[in-house]
């Protein structure tokens, strides 16, 4: 079935959560088993809500709780569910076509999935404090890996009355975020919010962002209501208690659908070696101009980056950044990858031993 094959009337009520001809030909070896399909809208202890055409199913996800963490059922998934009976249980569900994953904080270094068949990562950031640039590329990387469409939000721009102020803002936040759009947005005057809402209307959005962002207050200006609870942030430092503790899917009345996430306290890497590259563009693009095409851009001969950070091109920040965030991505990849570790270890010897060599002639001893 195609994209533009006319979908069973049955299931029309589904659209507005984001069904189309696609996803129903996937389910059709489920439907003949006598499943129903529904959009997982939230996920707690074992059992999760899922909004079918009939309406929201209270079901138990035992069937779908493997040990692997990213494979357990997320707010996001279209489900399986086995309707007949009390209780009721989601079989299994679709393939996804995106996936938003991080790594846990935990030591053992597990990967957990936020949202699932995204469409747009909207990031959320607050300019009621200072940018931090560092955490806005992490978002990035993690976002561009997921498949999803990022989009930074400026929020709480109401607090920056002087336009020149807020112009120099956004563009630092351009310069962090190539290829993304930054948009401005008041929750308290409404300012941009039919911009942000022109956006979303057309897929699926998860929203992203530290505590104190203004998440919540963003999505009740979606919602044209006051569904989300909002909390007061700290005069110190622009943080607040996490309104959102678990993660919602809602339907907007514009259009789209809308995934709300706690405050994320750490935004670690998951295997995002590929959303790091996106984030940092252009200086890969200066990478590919090296002499060397193993280039680590730290002191080898004839480097483009290095050459673009002496010439005020490239920010030696952004370079740094960039650097720490391709070592943590591989530590990461490393611990579930015996023979990357023992790549890296012998990459790092070649290279050190290279630095050595390099330092030793610029001092004239060799």
Same mark, same amino acid.
């Given at each position: 079935?195609? &994209?533009?094959? +006319? ?15 696609? @996803?129903?030909? %996937?389910?059709?070896?489920? !439907? %003949? ?9 939230? /996920? ?8 079918? #055409?009939?309406?929201? /199913? $209270?079901?138990?996800? #035992? ?5 692997? +963490? ?8 279209? #489900?399986?569910?086995?309707? #007949? ?13 995106? !996936? ?34 560092? $955490? ?7 976002? @561009? ?5 990022? &989009? ?76 989300? %609870? ?39 890497? @998951? ?44 920010? %030696? ?30 990459? @790092? ?18």
């Amino acid at each position: 079935m195609s &994209l533009s094959a +006319p979908l069973s009337s049955p299931l029309s009520s589904l659209i507005p959560l984001g069904w189309d001809a696609a @996803w129903e030909a %996937e389910f059709a070896p489920h !439907a %003949e088993q006598g499943l129903v399909p529904g959009r997982v809208v939230r /996920v707690d202890r074992g059992q999760c809500d899922v909004m079918t #055409a009939d309406g929201l /199913v $209270r079901a138990d996800t #035992a069937f779908v709780t493997p040990h692997d +963490p990213l494979r357990v059922i997320c707010t996001g998934d279209w #489900a399986a569910v086995e309707t #007949a009976g009390n209780p009721r249980y989601v079989k299994t569900y679709l393939p996804r076509r995106t !996936a938003f994953v991080r790594s846990t904080s935990s030591q053992r270094s597990e990967g957990q999935i936020l949202a699932a068949n995204v469409d747009h990562a909207i990031i959320a950031v607050s300019l009621a404090v200072e940018l931090d640039l560092g $955490r806005i590329e992490r978002f990035l990387a993690l976002a @561009w890996e997921s498949g999803a469409q990022p &989009l930074v939000v400026l929020t709480k721009a109401d607090l920056v009355p002087d336009p020149v102020t807020l112009a120099h803002l956004v563009q630092d936040v351009e310069t962090t975020a190539p290829g993304v759009d930054v948009l401005t947005v008041s929750s308290h005057t409404g300012e941009g919010t039919d911009v942000l809402a022109a956006v979303v209307a057309g897929g699926t959005s998860v929203l992203l962002g530290i505590s104190g962002a203004g998440k919540s207050t963003l999505a009740n200006a979606l919602l044209g209501a006051d569904v989300m %609870e909002v909390q007061a942030t700290r005069d110190v430092d622009g943080k607040g208690r996490h309104t959102t503790t678990t993660r919602n899917l809602l339907a907007l009345p514009g259009g789209g659908v809308l995934i709300d996430t706690p405050g994320l306290r750490g935004v670690g890497l @998951w295997d995002a070696e590929a959303g790091v590259g996106q984030v940092f563009s252009e200086i890969e693009e200066h990478a590919a101009r090296c002499r060397f095409h193993d280039c680590a851009h730290v002191a080898e001969p004839g480097c483009a980056v290095l050459a673009a950070v002496e010439s005020g091109e490239l920010p %030696e920040r952004r370079l740094e950044s960039y650097r720490k965030l391709l070592r943590e991505n591989q530590r990461i990849v490393a611990k579930t990858d015996a023979r990357l570790r023992s790549e890296i270890r012998r990459d @790092w010897r070649l290279k050190s031993a290279v630095g050595r060599a390099n330092h030793a002639a610029k001092r004239g001893q060799a």
